[in-house]
């Protein structure tokens, strides 16, 4: 969006003859001094042009006038040049500062009445350039996004028949096991309607992003899954740690924001059940991942780390994928360097949306997803040819959405190969 207005101050030419006329200002203040001390009377442009000369480096007589009755000597001593330069020193230091600070709130008001009324209509071409960006990635990738969408939706459908089924068998009362499986499947869900958006819009390194919350989603689920209900209900019961140092750490900055605290009941009762969740399941609980510490931990105090669980789970391939993801998360050099987005390196930095880098976070949503689903949704209890069925298309479509997303990036390459060699 364009910065510049009609009629907008700017600031910079302001401060910039403020600071150049200000040696000229304070000799010319001293001049009208000494002429008042005198009782001689001079026009501003005499006065003007001889603190011109005074700065110039003229030597010699200066005459304030043509008449002899506007002439005057003026001794200029050590002591005036002095008195100059201490003004100048609080021009510098008390004056501009607040001659910035009013010039600028005004400029900024200025600014921003001006921005806010062309608003409307940047909005109008911005929407028209993301349409337009959107169509032609949708000529691209389309296939693939396609089939993402599919995938998706499947997901879902399967999902709630799931939930339904397991609903009505037990009357309303979900085991632990089903309860978080089905509740991480929904997660899991939504994340990929979230990455599938960030890929329309030519997002790649947030959609990579938002697969590493979808990676976090799949690895847990697997592990809850291959160890059973236990697991199920200390992972439900872990909220109660999560509460604790929640709470801890609003109790820390609180005070600087200006919050208050926590009631002492909702306090007491959050501390009580914490004490009583450590009691039953052991000081490991209370650290990270500490509802999977009673078969992973390791070392004395039991330490987890999400690596272990991959390990577990089997997922440990995916553990370059995930340190790129992670690159996108956190303010990392390597994420601020290194950008899905850029076709090559370019001293024209991504700062939008680009064509390039779908690939990754397409085939591994598609993958991480298509896991997660057929162990959530695949109920024993279910028709056998309905988890057949839909495990079948799953599968599928997670062979086929990477096959047809690297597809339009070879090509994609091949132009912006051929646009670079017909530039040289």
Known sequence: MSTATKGTIDIGDILSNVLRDAPKLAVERLLREKLQKMGVKARKSSIRRVAEQILSGVKGTVSFG?????????????????????????????????????????????????????????????????????????????????????????????????????????????????????????????????????????????????????????????????????????????????????????????????????????????????????AKYGKPFGGEYGWAAHLIGQGPKKKVTFANLQNAVGMKQMRAHYQMASYNVHASPKGVYFKLGEMEKSTVLLAGSSNAGLVEPAQNAALSLSKLTIIACNDRDAPPFDNYMFAKIVNRLMWEIPQDFARADRLLKREHKAVKSSEK
Not at 183 to 195: D, G, S, T, Y
Not at 203 to 229: K, N, P, Q, S
Not at 236 to 265: F, N, P, W
Request: proline residues 0%; contains cysteine.
């Open 66 to 278: 043509e008449k002899a009755a506007d002439a005057a000597d003026i001794e200029i001593t050590q002591v005036d040049l002095d008195t100059v330069f201490k003004r100048l020193e609080k021009f510098s230091e008390v004056d501009l500062p607040k001659i910035i600070e009013g010039v600028g709130d005004r400029t900024a008001n200025d600014l921003y009445t001006s921005l806010k009324k062309k608003w409307a209509q940047e909005h109008r071409h911005q929407n028209t350039d993301l349409a337009r960006f959107r169509k032609n990635l949708e000529l691209r990738y389309g296939e693939g996004l396609g089939k993402l969408r599919m995938l998706a939706t499947i997901a879902r459908e399967w999902g709630q028949e799931n939930y339904q089924r397991k609903f009505a068998r037990c009357k309303g009362t979900l085991s632990n096991l089903d309860d978080v499986l089905i509740r991480l499947h929904v997660r899991a869900c939504q994340v990929v309607l979230e990455i599938i958006t960030l890929l329309e819009t030519g997002l790649a390194d947030g959609a990579i992003a938002r697969w590493r919350t979808l990676h976090e989603i799949t690895t847990v689920a697997m592990f809850i899954e291959r160890h059973g209900e236990e697991t199920a209900q200390r992972y439900v019961h872990y909220q109660i740690v999560e509460s604790k140092k929640a709470m801890t750490a609003y109790e820390e900055c609180r005070k600087d924001l200006g919050y208050g605290a926590y009631s002492k009941k909702q306090a007491a009762k959050i501390t009580k059940e914490y004490a009583r969740v450590i």
